[in-house]
């Protein structure tokens, strides 16, 4: 979304039915999506329901970006479950000015470079002009506006959520702009009287309209004279403040029509409402406290119609920190999903929008931990006394795991319900004449799924012999014997994303085991000693720090150096000098594997 930086003057008492933090207080559902639906239900609207969210293309598309377009899904399936239709929209707010250089950018698969690394002219020659009148500096696309746009519609498809992308700049050429354009500036002394409230220099000469210079292509704000009957401005090209810095305009005094330039946001955003029919929108608190006051009052008493329902969420933080385009801290869905389960990253946003959350990369074992149990609880697979919590738990499972699963379903089993191995996509959008066989294959075929732990996936992800990861995956008892062919191959494909999160984050997993011959490791008889009997500790043990305390007392008694005993545990298992911590490593091997190597017997 785009937003002016100004701060409210005078902002006034908003509306009852605008206060966007709908979640705070008791809720009639356990599950906040099908909350927000009884209020959206609660306004009577016609089908097709619109749901929008929205971004000014800046940077790159990370995946806080995805706030709305996850939570918009959400509560579109809590709709359509009550039989309604829905449309789902994502506008780029593409005719926006481009006021900095970014210093990342993203390619169309994700992968981040610097400024550097591309076509920088193509930006930086083009401060001040729309996003869709830049070259693309990748050199794929139409424009700048169009390559980012792409980008946020390709994260969507990859979670299977089927979002109709919509350019403002399409609707201002297409004219669907026109007539709020033209209502504005017919009322703009009732717009000026508004957004007065919220915004410092608005005087008696300020037109909420910003033509096209085309002169020098750059957006300008100083409109000279109005002509609605004739659809058209006359303007001055001048100076854009953008931040600490000025874009210059070039002087230039010409005409522009209504779709040869655009809305200031605080009007274009009530705009979209009035021309996308817009009933439900999702946005950050940053817009909870900015522009959406002044959006819900312009909508009422400039526009006169009813803004849509609200929904603020808290924006959540990565490994930590905010996110930062600028900075590069940043994580893409395609990165994401490289790492985890389509379904686990959906099911991250089924978590309670109005509370901070951390998308922890490094402790990715937790938030897969924690989706299997929400996985079991739909299943009744947990054993729950019935407390309050679990009660609500199954509630929100109960809600919350069929539009979580579906798109994976969609990917993994034909239009027979037959399955498919290894499907190229690993999510589909949902079709509403899928959506009751999916529902059935979710509580039948599919609820025999097999999940591996995801540090057990990352411990066989050490080995890349497929075939040993299936043998000690049966052998452990997490695949059974007679599980079907899409069962196996399903368990094990979370070994690479397991693997490629080791990798990543550099963690205990991100070893080389040499499971299919024992390195050559010289020790002498107290060593050997030590060894047997760690082993036999092992044998009956699987606590990780009871192991820990273990092999330090084990090289204690036999008076051996704790680091070079450590050393030796290393060499047989990595043929290395070091490793992660070892206690907690064999508690998560294969028991037979780690008896094995103790005892030095291959």
């Known amino acids: ?108 698969d994700g992968n981040i470079v610097e400024l550097g690394d591309v076509n920088a002219g193509a930006l930086g020659r083009n401060l001040g002009k729309p996003y869709t009148e830049i070259p693309d500096p990748f050199g794929c696309c139409d424009s700048y506006g169009e390559h980012f746009s792409n980008l946020i519609e390709r994260s969507a498809r990859l979670l299977g959520i089927p979002v109709e992308m919509v350019s403002n700049t399409e609707l201002y050429e297409s004219g669907e702009f026109e007539d709020a354009t033209r209502y504005v500036l017919e009322h703009r002394e009732k717009a000026r009287e508004v957004l007065g409230h919220y915004q410092d220099k608005v005087d008696e000469e300020y037109v909420p309209f910003n033509p096209i210079c085309d002169e020098c292509g750059k957006i300008t704000e100083t409109v000279t004279a109005v002509n609605t009957d004739e659809g058209t401005v006359e303007y001055r090209c001048t100076d854009m403040e953008a931040g600490d810095q000025t874009i210059e305009g070039c002087g230039h005094e010409g005409t522009a029509t209504f779709r040869e330039g655009k809305l200031p946001w605080r009007f274009e955003w009530p705009a979209q409402w009035e021309v996308l029919g817009v009933d439900h929108e999702p946005f950050g608190k940053d817009h909870a406290e900015g522009s959406w006051p002044s959006g819900s009052d312009v909508a009422r008493n400039v526009f006169e119609i009813e803004p849509p329902v609200p929904m603020a969420y808290e924006w959540f933080t990565l490994d930590g920190e905010a996110f930062s385009s600028s900075s590069g801290h940043v994580v893409m869905v395609q990165d994401v999903l490289e790492m985890i389960e389509p379904e686990v990253l959906r099911y991250f946003f089924t978590k309670d929008p109005s509370k901070a959350r951390d998308f922890s990369v490094e402790h990715f074992d937790h938030l897969v931990d924690d989706f299997d149990a929400f996985e079991r609880t739909y299943y009744g697979e947990d054993d729950r006394d019935d407390s309050d919590a679990d009660e609500k738990a199954a509630e929100i499972a109960s809600a919350a795991y069929p539009p979580t699963i579906r798109p994976t379903l969609a990917a993994r089993f034909d239009a027979d319900g037959a399955p498919i191995l290894d499907p190229e996509d690993k999510s589909v959008p949902v079709t509403d004449d899928r959506r009751a066989q999916l529902d059935e294959l979710a509580d039948d075929e599919f609820s025999g799924r097999v999940r591996l732990p995801y540090t057990f996936a990352a411990v066989l992800g050490m080995t890349d012999d497929p075939d040993l990861r299936e043998s000690i995956a049966r052998r452990e008892g997490h695949v059974p014997d007679d599980a079907p062919e899409w069962v196996t191959e399903f368990a094990l494909s979370r070994v690479e994303r397991a693997r490629e999160w080791a990798r990543r ?79 907690p490593f064999l508690a998560k091997l294969d028991r037979e594997f780690v008896l094995t190597r103790l005892r030095r017997e291959g």
């Open 505 to 583: 984050t550099g963690n205990e997993f991100d070893y080389e085991l040499k499971r299919a011959e024992m390195p050559d490791v010289d020790v002498d008889a107290d060593t050997e000693a030590a060894l047997d009997e760690l082993a036999d500790f092992v044998a009956d043990h699987d606590d990780p720090d009871e192991i820990q305390g273990e092999i330090y007392e084990t090289a204690k008694r036999h008076d051996i150096d704790i680091g070079d005993f450590f050393s030796v545990g290393y060499r047989l298992f990595f043929d290395d000098e070091q490793g992660p911590k070892l206690g």
């Open 1 to 108: 979304m785009s937003d002016d930086a100004t701060e409210p003057t005078d902002a006034r008492q908003m509306h009852d039915d605008d206060d966007p933090y709908v979640l705070q207080g008791p809720q009639p559902h356990a599950f906040w999506a099908e909350s927000v639906a009884e209020r959206i239900l609660d306004r009577n609207p016609d089908d097709p329901i619109v749901i929008k969210g929205g971004i000014s293309p800046s940077g790159v598309p990370h995946l806080g970006n995805m706030n709305e377009i996850v939570r918009g899904y959400f509560v579109a399936e809590a709709l359509r479950k009550r039989g309604r239709e829905v449309r789902q929209v994502f506008t780029a707010d593409d005719r926006d000015p481009l006021r900095k250089l970014p210093r990342k950018l993203a390619d169309l």
